[in-house]
């Protein structure tokens, strides 16, 4: 009787899972060097009687760095994915959305993407987004780790290294309440001070403004004394690339208002296209960033050459984009 019981219970728990819209991803290989290629294998499972519509693919262009909660300011905070072949769903960089074609054809329910990652971090497999008709809600599935590591790191990760969110606790909340005993405490202290001090003659604060220097003095500056440094000359060709790319961030985001410093290369490019700035100018500008990265995260080498006409591409590109301010006499 038991095993008629265990028989039905699995034929009704396969019947519930084959009726619930799915897709499951796993990764080829499961851990990988900064710029390599990894694939994406999905399998998506349709209930009967449902139709797929669309497969939105636009999630891999917004997978968030998990090594960023962990440390903001070596990881950035969106992994920067390039789509080397979109394999049997056609997708590309630009066309992440595959819908349903007039002549009725069928979506693909299964396929590989390729991509490429180059920034360094960790992040959960993306799915995909799906639409149906009718609308149904995919069921979750536990999705891997991905790690993309710097170059000359020994790969060790497997399924035991994933990451494990710890369960909250009411000691997590300690140290608000600490900080909000410390603040009333302070606001108490305040109150004190005024009121001992409130018969004493108040003073003329004199506040100067400081008057900030533009962005292009500034920049212009700090590649002047880069270039003074002669680092690459020196062999520290790493550092080189570190520093000139910081100066040219620093100035894009005093000038244009850009989060310069927090963005990847490819959001801080679609931020520059939207404030107006040239194509040439971008080109050059991500130019200096992409092939920054690859020395600084995989041990490459630029040479002389390159040295030398990017620090000569920054200084045009400053003095190209810098501000003018036109004074007029007064009276016009």
């Known amino acids: 009787m038991m095993k008629y019981f265990l028989i039905l219970f699995c034929s009704i728990v396969l019947s519930s899972v084959s009726a619930q819209l799915s897709v499951a991803v796993d990764a080829i290989p499961d851990s990988i060097y900064f710029g390599d ?10 209930p009967t009687g449902t ?7 636009s999630p891999l262009k917004e997978i968030e760095n ?26 590309n ?37 799906i639409n149906t008709t009718p609308a149904q809600a995919v069921m979750p599935l536990q999705r891997k780790p991905l790690y993309v590591l710097p170059r000359g790191q020994a790969i060790e990760l497997n399924e035991n290294k994933s990451i494990i969110e710890e369960a909250i606790s009411w000691k997590d909340y300690m140290k608000y309440l600490y900080g909000l005993l410390t603040a009333v405490g302070l606001v108490l202290l305040g109150i004190y001070l005024n009121k001992k001090f409130k018969d004493n003659e108040e003073k ?7 008057v900030k220097k533009p962005a292009h003095i500034i920049a212009l ?13 020196s062999g520290e060709e790493k550092q080189y690339h570190t520093e000139l790319t910081r100066v040219m961030r620093q100035y894009v985001e005093d000038r244009y208002d850009i989060q310069a410093l927090e963005m990847t290369t490819s959001q801080l490019k679609n931020s520059m ?11 050059k500008f991500t130019d200096i960033l ?20 990017f620090m000569e591409d920054a200084i045009e590109i400053v003095n190209i984009t810098k501000q003018v301010q036109i004074e007029t006499e007064s009276g016009e």
Request: overall charge negative; hydrophobic content about 40%.
């Open 66 to 91: 998990a090594a960023y909660q962990q440390d903001s300011v070596t990881f950035d905070e969106i992994m920067d994915v390039d789509i080397v072949d979109g394999g049997a769903f056609g997708i």
């Open 273 to 283: 296209s939207k404030k107006g700035i040239g194509t040439a100018v971008i080109s």
């Open 37 to 46: 290629d990894v694939v994406l294998n999905y399998k998506m499972n349709v």
């Open 51 to 57: 139709q797929l519509t669309s497969i939105d693919f």
């Open 204 to 210: 003329e604060v004199v506040i100067v403004p400081e």
């Open 221 to 233: 500056k700090d590649l002047n004394e880069l270039k003074s440094k002669q680092l690459w000359q």
């Open 290 to 309: 992409q092939i920054a990265d690859k020395v600084k995260f995989a041990k490459g080498k630029t040479g002389p050459e390159i040295n030398e006409r």
């Open 93 to 129: 960089d630009v066309n992440l959305i595959i819908s349903q074609q007039p002549d009725g054809s069928g979506l693909p329910l299964q396929g590989s993407v390729k991509i490429r990652i180059s920034t360094i971090g960790a992040f959960l497999l993306p799915i995909p987004i």
